[in-house]
């Protein structure tokens, strides 16, 4: 039984499925906006975590890297292995290619936690690597923030270091695995990134990472804005013209 309501001189009449087709398209726009608003709280909630993270150097001491919240800043003392470094491939920074470097720091006890030591420019040559050398005294402390290795948005933009290449070793979203191999000892489970006012680094510009929780919630609105539009558009398009003589 088709719907006719009577409205001055048209009828409302929308078609079954018409009507189904909406509902169904109004469920998955709504949804969607669910999903990117629960993500921009997520993203809230790391960048509150970030900034949290900036209000105080925590000294490390014995603790390992991954007994303090992800983003505190530390201090800790060791040694930097300027001999054996590596290149994280494919990170830019204001829309130039590049790489970021990773520096092995051997603490007194002698675990072993990566530093990166921030992002340098691509030299236009895969045969031409930057200079990433440093001299640094035997015993250094570093002050930066801890956090985890780059991860790629797919599985496919992940390459080892090669065990032959000389070092520097050029690598893009490494596991701490694969760089353990590398180097021949266990790492520890997290980086730290070297504060930006620090000595021996380069461009650090660290924030958290993914898009900004606004972008996300502007998402959200985008979507519930095509539910309604979806709504009015099947409203309009469900009244007719009342035909003359019926």
Not at 17 to 33: D, E, K, P, Q, R
Not at 65 to 86: A, C, I, M, T
Not at 103 to 125: C, K, N
């Amino acid at each position: 039984m088709s719907i006719r309501i009577p409205i001055g001189s048209r009828v409302f009449a929308p078609s079954w499925f018409f009507s189904a087709l909406t509902v169904v398209l109004c469920i998955a726009f709504f949804y969607l906006g669910r999903w990117q608003w629960n993500r921009g709280e997520l993203r809230q909630a790391e960048y509150d975590r970030f900034a949290a993270g900036t209000e105080a150097v925590v000294p490390l001491g014995p603790r390992g890297v991954n007994q303090v919240p992800r983003f505190q800043r530390v201090s800790v003392e060791g040694h930097l292995d300027s001999g054996r470094q590596f290149l994280l491939d494919n990170r830019s920074y204001q829309g130039r290619p590049g790489y970021e470097v990773l520096t092995p720091l051997q603490r007194a006890d002698g675990r072993v936690v990566m530093v990166d030591r921030g992002w340098v420019p691509f030299s236009g040559r895969r045969s031409n690597l930057p200079d990433v050398a440093l001299v640094a005294p035997d015993t250094v402390t570093v002050v930066g923030r801890i956090d985890n290795l780059p991860v790629p948005g797919l599985a496919s933009g992940r390459a080892a270091p090669d065990a032959k290449a000389p070092w520097p070793k050029i690598t893009a979203f490494p596991s701490t695995a694969q760089l353990s191999a590398t180097l021949g000892v266990p790492l520890e489970p997290q980086i730290i990134l070297l504060d930006p006012k620090e000595a021996n680094g380069y461009v650090r510009d660290w924030h958290p990472p993914g898009m900004e929780p606004i972008r996300h919630w502007s998402y959200a609105v985008q979507w519930w804005s095509f539910a309604v539009l979806l709504w009015v558009l099947w409203v309009i398009m469900s009244l007719r013209k009342v035909a003359s003589g019926s």
